[in-house]
């Protein structure tokens, strides 16, 4: 089973960027894709930006333009660029690997934005 682990969470201003990372214990390859997702404080898990095995990439509509979902193949780690970032974008942010029959997940990294 590969392992993902977030980091690069932390406490931001509005306005301001981060860049979450999740590396996994194997190759990103055994994903068919990878996800990032986010549960802001009491409200149900959304999922914010994928990237397919072939480098397709779809946002949720709240972050299109502003963030970026990437992946460096050779150091097994996918990347989420956010900027211009909003005390709505507050969440814990989970990145999960999509395989049939056996998803991984990671255990999230908080995402603060101070208005």
């Known amino acids: 089973q590969v392992q993902l682990v977030e980091s690069g969470g932390g406490l931001v201003q509005a306005g301001g960027s981060l860049r979450l990372s999740c590396a996994a214990s194997g190759s990103i390859f055994s994903f068919y894709a990878m996800a990032w997702h986010r549960q802001p404080p009491g409200k149900q898990r959304e999922l914010v930006a994928t990237?397919?095995?072939?480098?397709?990439?779809n946002y949720a509509r709240s972050v299109k333009g502003r963030f970026t979902i990437s992946s460096d193949n050779a150091k097994n780690i996918v990347y989420l660029q956010m900027n211009s970032l909003k005390p709505e974008d507050t969440a814990v942010y989970s990145c999960?690997?999509?395989?049939?029959?056996?998803?991984?997940w990671g255990q999230g990294t908080q995402v603060t934005v101070s208005s």
């Open positions: 990237i397919s095995s072939g480098g397709t990439t």
């Open positions: 999960q690997g999509l395989r049939s029959g056996s998803d991984s």
